[in-house]
């Protein structure tokens, strides 16, 4: 029995059905069995009972034959007494090939003993037999068999043979291997995953016809967590996911935050992704989240909630400091330009008919004479003890500080009534200038002015007011009266002009900007040198206007900068295009004062290249000598991560401007630009060509290039050309020329007439 024991398995819930099919056909075979016995017993009997016998055991056996399960029976000697067409078929031999044999010789000698000794501990039983085993079919392989099998009896009751069928599980097996191996994995996954994966099951479930309110409270009393992985335990201060186990979910959450997250769960149908949320662990510190939330609805009711969770608390530290970098001033701590746009736009968005506003821009008065005698550390130090008196001042006020840069700051103020107002923290933010300030054991006196906009009034825009306060602080510096409130009696610009103005932010978005290309030529080789990039605007009602119709305006606003960029942009793109056409040259483009102050300028021209695939070297930036002298250490810095790149470098206009030998020196320059004033005069004034050879020399002994702007005539070429000039432009050489033009002046080699002769 011990054998039998070790055999017998319960059915797979998967195969109930197949193995109660196979009883009932075994005991079809069982009876079919006896009654063909009892037919063969009466064989002594009348020839008409024998002839009935025969046709009995003849239609038995068609019955299991018809059985497409193997089955067979078996004398009590052990010796196959017959079988169905289907258990010839698996043996893969003929049923007189069966009939008499034993086990021993139909089955492979390892299986046939196990086969026999479950045969006789059926017969000691005389019972019936279920068990699992392996069996060589007819295709060579050994496939996985039930076998089921009982004893049958003679009429008087004893025990005269077994009869047995036999159930292919193979491909159920397989089956359950792959479910096992496919759920190991997949917890194994879960196990090794990086992210919190958990299970929550809910209970009572939540009924999704209730109102959303009774359902949110419901998730957030009932919600536990039934199953998650280590990941998520770490994630709360926890050691094993076994810790988390039986847990409310709410014990995590800050209630008012998750409320609105479980609101916008149940409207999106039970389901969210990659939410953020403010969470906390354990010991009650904060930690942030990143989620994502199914929820199963079955019948109408939820009770199974799955989630992934990731902890983004670095991440958010990170990124507020970032945002805390790109909105305040490195040096004061106070918001910066970028700030007060965004501050300034959303107050003007709620600013209501009958509400004002203010924005001052203050500008400290001789702040260079402090930068130059004590050095910039010291003027440095000076900005931040009068931002400290400028934030003291304001304090409880509402009013907004914002340094624009430099020795500039701006002042949004919200609480205005009327223009008295507005006077009255004017000279409450000067007065902080009266007493000196102490700048490391020296005593520092210095004044300001201060140009005041009011919104609606002034304008309804960050541009408008940022103008308008402009023009009203240069007219406080000219005038001496300390503050100004801005007036249209005192603009310099005409009514035309500032509807131009208007029109300019309007230009920079619709691509109303053009750019035209003048060449320029190699004096030594007659080659052609590259392109300088000029900027018209094509308006839509006043034609083509230059540079100088619109540039001064753009420059006293925000415009200058989305413009700057969009012309280094198309300049790089027009490379790009000529590259593609197989000529390769240089594009010069002018950079403003007001972008060379901007720190993200080096990013920006480096995203244009790579977009593009342009090599820096073909690239030219012209930097007046005014830009240079306003923040020389910041210009040095912005341009040395320029040049760094292998994007070209050259001072523009040179010598109409203030810069010292020392700054050019210390500067990562390739080229001077004459201005076209001394080069257009040289050949009628001594002194205009004195300047202009020593510059040449000058530059030379700096290992800078020299281009000369201005040529008008092959006279002023070629004198330029015996004075050793490296390069030169002018009308003589080429008016600017749109870029199809351009392209045609190029294939014309136009270039080769002022080769020397």
Known sequence: MAL???????????????????????????????????????????????QRAREDVLHLQNIIDAVP??????????????????????????????????????????????????????????????????????????????????????????????????????????????????????????????????RGDVSPPVDVTMPVEEQVAAFIENLRIAECNDALARIYGF????????????????????????????????????????????????????????????DGQVSRVWGTRRDITEKKRQHDALEYIANHDSLTGLPNRFYLKNRLEAEL?????????????????????????????????????????????????????????????????????????????????LRTMHSPFDIEGIKVEIEGSLGISLA?????????????????????????TRYCLYSPEHDPYTAERLALMHDLGGAVRNNELVLFYQPKVDLKSGSLAGFEALVRWNHPT??????????????????????????????ISQLHDWQQEGIVTTIACNLSTRLLMDDDLSYHIEAFLARYRVNPAHLELEIT??????????????????????????IDDFGTGYSSLALLKSLPLNALKIDLLFVSQ??????????????????????????????????TLEKLREIGCDQAQGYFIGIPLCAETTGQWIEDRRWREFAPR
Request: net charge negative.
């Open 4 to 50: 039998a024991h070790s055999l017998s398995i319960p059915p797979s819930p998967a195969l109930t059905g197949l193995s109660v099919a196979t009883l009932v056909l075994d005991v079809v075979a069982v009876i079919a069995v006896v009654l063909l016995v009892r037919a063969l017993r009466s064989r002594r009997k009348l020839t008409l009972q024998e």
């Open 69 to 198: 399960v193997p089955m067979f029976y078996k004398g009590l000697d052990g010796r196959y007494l017959g079988c169905n067409r289907a258990f010839e078929d698996v043996l893969g031999k003929s049923r007189g090939e069966i009939t008499g044999k034993t086990v021993y010789d139909v089955a492979p000698p390892d299986l046939a003993e196990v086969y026999h000794q479950a045969d006789l501990e059926l017969i000691a039983s005389q019972g019936k037999q279920v068990y699992e085993t392996k069996v060589l079919f007819a295709d060579g392989m050994r496939h996985d068999i039930i076998f089921h099998k009982a004893v049958f009896r003679d009429p008087g009751g004893a025990v005269c043979g077994m009869v047995g069928s036999m159930l292919d599980i193979s491909e159920q097996k397989r089956t359950e291997q792959h479910l096992i191996r496919s759920e190991d994995r997949y917890k194994a996954f879960i196990a090794m995953s990086t992210e919190g994966i958990w």
């Open 239 to 298: 050691t094993t996911a076994g810790e988390m186990v039986g847990r409310r979910t709410r014990e995590f959450y800050d209630l008012h935050q998750v409320q609105e997250v479980l609101e916008t769960f149940v409207a999106n149908g039970y389901s969210l992704n990659d939410y953020e949320i403010r969470q906390y662990d354990r010991h009650g510190g904060e930690i942030w989240i990143s989620s994502t939330l199914v929820g199963v609805v079955e």
């Open 349 to 429: 968005a709620m600013l209501d008919d009958h509400g004002q506003l203010a924005l001052f821009i203050l500008d400290l008065d001789r702040f260079k004479e402090v930068n130059d005698t004590l050095g910039h550390h010291a003027g440095d130090l000076l900005l931040v003890e009068f931002a400290k008196r400028l934030q003291q001042v304001l304090a409880g006020l509402g009013g907004d500080i914002a340094r624009l840069g430099g020795d500039e700051f701006a002042i949004i103020y919200t609480r205005v009534r009327n223009e008295r107002d507005v006077c009255w923290l004017a000279e409450l933010m």
């Open 456 to 480: 609606p009034l002034h304008g309804r825009t960050t541009s408008d007011l940022l103008r308008c306060a402009d023009v009203a602080m240069y007219r406080a510096k000219k005038v001496m």
């Open 542 to 571: 006043n034609g083509l206007l230059l540079p100088g119709e619109f540039i001064p305006y753009a420059e006293i606003s925000e415009l200058i900068v989305p413009l700057t960029y969009q012309i280094i942009e198309r300049a």
């Open 625 to 650: 000598e005014t830009a240079l002298i306003t923040e020389p250490e910041r210009a040095r810095e912005i341009l040395g991560r320029i040049h760094a790149m292998g994007v070209r470098l050259s």
């Open 682 to 715: 040289m050949l009628r004034s001594e002194q205009d060509a004195i300047i202009v050879t020593s510059t040449v020399n000058l530059a030379h002994n700096l290992g800078l290039q020299v281009v000369a702007e201005g040529v008008e005539c092959r006279e």
